[in-house]
């Protein structure tokens, strides 16, 4: 008997240190021997999701609830069958056995006295009142959670239901009451005061919430710390669900590549063991594919999304239009937004759908009324996103009236605040309108000033539709056809870097890395054809001086004293259309593709350019595929140190 308590004390030591791998083995081989009890199984289900997925953990956790059941300790069960239940209802989405679980839980709660277990069985109620939109009873339940979490001593139960409370707040149109007590659960879980399921689904729903509001730099820092958490602990299944996040949120910052790449990696990491999250994987995935033209591609993700239960809109619509069906476009959208069930947040995100297909489809007066709307839900949350999405579509519609004018004065409000939310392909959107607007009223120069940064910065998201039809209205004849060395800088982990230094500070580096990056640009006699907030696009004509360049940037960043950002270089030449100030073509999609190759410090380049440059060494020769390329292009690595 020794034994066998011997290691199975140590791996209920290592479960409380969080050594999760070494608590599995021991538990493991305890259990194959029958001698582990119903809250051994339990930990042995704990450690089994956290080294591997809940499906490996679950069970267990079904084991320690029929054991707990036989040894009369009804509560217990009850709480596990609650816990079974969400798992197979929220998570797997076998909502006929996790309703069966729940029932479970109701039943042997019914005649206990109340306690913790009752509270988080209130927290799986108020779940399904909120996939129903009943937001009255969500937050019922949740400040029912919430009081039996303080009453008994449970702080879990206590955040998780000021969390349900938060949902219930912020979808109902209370953003500062809601907000309130979002702040409240995030700060006791960076605290480290909740247990390691408890913090995850803290930070899930406060990355959700955010998301929810279109606040997505809130959304990117907590996305950030939820990943560090995870990586800290060693949590294998969990980074899955981070990367959805992070992919919505490179989407939004134009890193379409990195955004595809990464709601791939989530699509394929969650669906052995999450189908409701990998559905948002595959619709984020589908989102980023209709962005970069490709329409039969992202036609498959929604397709896998809206199989797995995720609802593929606005991106099925907005699918349709791009592929010129209008009049389905149009139903399509008008039957997502007579749902019931979405929430002011939701609505947000359709509404822009449906003022630009009405438009499209000649109904300016629908597209007026979903103007309207989306402005009093902008003005309920007033995050920058929203108002920059309102100003966007009531441009749009006074553009549809006549009124170019009116349009122009929203249309630049707009596009400032896209600017100040660092979104550059709906700040490219927003040129496109403004530079049809000025047209409209006579101002040439003015109309083709905007639409060539729209074609620039099409061009630099590989955003290959929009750039065609920014092209078209531009004159596709404009413009010069030039060979040119493209340079395109990208700071590394900004986001997560700023969280660790402050705001201050961090804002004071960007300053001198602006500052100090364009001296260098200038010495070297490159143009700065663009800069976006985290990076810079450079144009040389000279390939030695484009080298010179990029290398002193990384010494510059390496010496300089204090705080300064890791920075990625790409370098290619090739040929680009010229027009105005701007360049846009194959040449900077490809130093574009390029320079997303590069890590932190790194300078990479194509070797068709290094091979034109005498003075140069290099290391780590690959050929590689790029997005919009059709064949392979062999790449390198800069020795600059």
């Given amino acids: ?28 081989a305890a259990d194959a021997d029958g001698r582990l009890g119903a809250e051994d199984l339990e930990r042995l289900g704990e450690a089994a999701t956290w080294v591997r997925d809940p499906v490996e953990g679950m069970p267990y956790f079904e084991r320690a609830y029929a054991a707990h059941l036989e040894a009369g300790n009804t509560r217990r069960a009850g709480y596990l069958a609650a816990f079974i239940g969400h798992y197979y209802s929220g998570v797997r989405l076998q909502r006929s056995i996790g309703s069966g679980w729940i029932r ?13 277990e009752h509270g988080y069985l209130a927290l799986e109620e108020a779940l399904v009142a909120w996939g129903k939109n009943d937001l009255e009873t969500t937050l019922e339940k949740g400040k029912y959670a919430e009081e039996l979490g303080r009453r008994y001593g449970d702080r879990a139960l206590e955040v998780r239901g000021l969390q349900r409370q938060a949902m219930a707040l912020i979808n109902s149109g209370e953003l500062e009451e809601g907000k309130l007590l979002l702040d ?16 995850i689904v803290v930070y899930c729903n406060t990355i959700g919430a955010c998301r929810d509001v279109a606040a997505f730099d809130q959304a990117g820092e907590w996305t950030e710390r939820a990943t560090a958490y995870c990586e800290s602990q060693a949590v294998n299944p969990f980074p899955g669900m981070c990367r959805v996040n992070r ?33 948002a994987a595959y619709y984020e995935l589908g989102e980023v594919r209709l962005l970069l033209g490709e329409l039969a591609q992202a036609q498959e993700a929604f397709d896998q999304a809206d199989g797995l239960g995720h609802d593929p809109e606005p991106g099925r619509s907005l699918l349709l239009l791009a592929r010129r069906r209008v009049a389905p476009a149009l139903a399509s959208i008008r039957r997502a937004l007579t749902d019931e069930t979405v929430s002011y947040p939701g609505r947000a995100r359709l509404l822009p759908a449906l003022v630009r297909i009405a438009i499209e489809a000649g109904d300016v007066e629908l597209a007026r009324e979903g103007a309207e709307e989306l402005r009093a839900i902008a003005e309920r949350y007033a995050t920058p996103a929203l108002l920059a999405g309102n100003a966007h579509a009531e441009g749009s519609v006074r553009l549809a009236e006549g009124d170019a004018d009116g349009a122009i004065r929203v249309f630049r409000r707009a596009l400032r605040l896209w600017q100040e939310t660092n979104a550059p392909y ?73 969280e660790v230094v402050g705001d201050a500070k961090w804002t004071k580096a960007l300053r001198w890395h602006d500052q100090t990056l364009r001296e260098i640009f200038r010495l070297n ?26 290398i002193a940037v990384q010494r510059a960043l390496r010496s300089a004293p204090g705080i300064t ?77």
């Fill in 1 to 28: 008997m020794s034994q066998v308590l011997e290691p199975v004390q140590a791996a209920r030591e290592a479960i409380a240190q969080r050594r999760w791998q070494e608590a599995h083995e021991l538990l493991a």
């Fill in 104 to 116: 479970r839980a109701t039943r042997l709660l019914a005649d206990e006295p109340e306690g913790p």
């Fill in 184 to 199: 409240e659960a995030a700060a006791a879980a960076m605290s480290g005061e909740l247990d390691p399921y408890s913090t």
């Fill in 247 to 279: 992919a919505e949120i490179m989407r939004f910052h134009g890193k379409l590549d990195e955004a595809e790449e990464t709601a791939a990696q989530a699509s394929r990491e969650l669906s052995t063991w999450a189908p409701r999250i990998a559905a």
């Fill in 426 to 498: 709906n700040a490219a959107q927003t040129r496109l309108m403004l530079g049809t607007a000025y047209r409209a009223v006579g101002d040439e120069d003015a109309a083709m000033n905007e639409l060539e940064h729209a074609v620039a910065a099409f061009s630099r998201l590989g955003a290959r539709l929009d750039r065609e039809r920014a092209a078209e209205l531009l004159g596709r004849d404009a413009g010069e056809k030039v060979t040119k060395t493209f340079l395109l800088t990208d700071i590394v982990n900004s986001t997560r870097t700023a």
């Fill in 525 to 550: 006699e490159g143009e700065v054809v663009s800069h976006t907030g985290d990076g810079f696009l450079v144009a040389f004509d000279d390939r030695q001086r484009a080298v010179d360049a990029a």
């Fill in 565 to 641: 950002p890791d920075v990625r270089i790409g370098l290619h030449a090739d040929e680009a259309t010229h027009v105005g100030e701007n360049y846009h073509g194959k040449g900077v999609h490809v130093a574009a593709r390029i320079g997303a190759l590069a890590g932190a410090c790194d300078i990479v380049a194509s070797k068709s350019f290094v091979e034109g440059v005498s003075d140069v060494r290099w290391r780590d020769e690959r050929e590689v595929e790029l997005k919009g390329v059709a064949e392979p292009v062999a790449v390198v690595n800069l020795v600059w140190r």
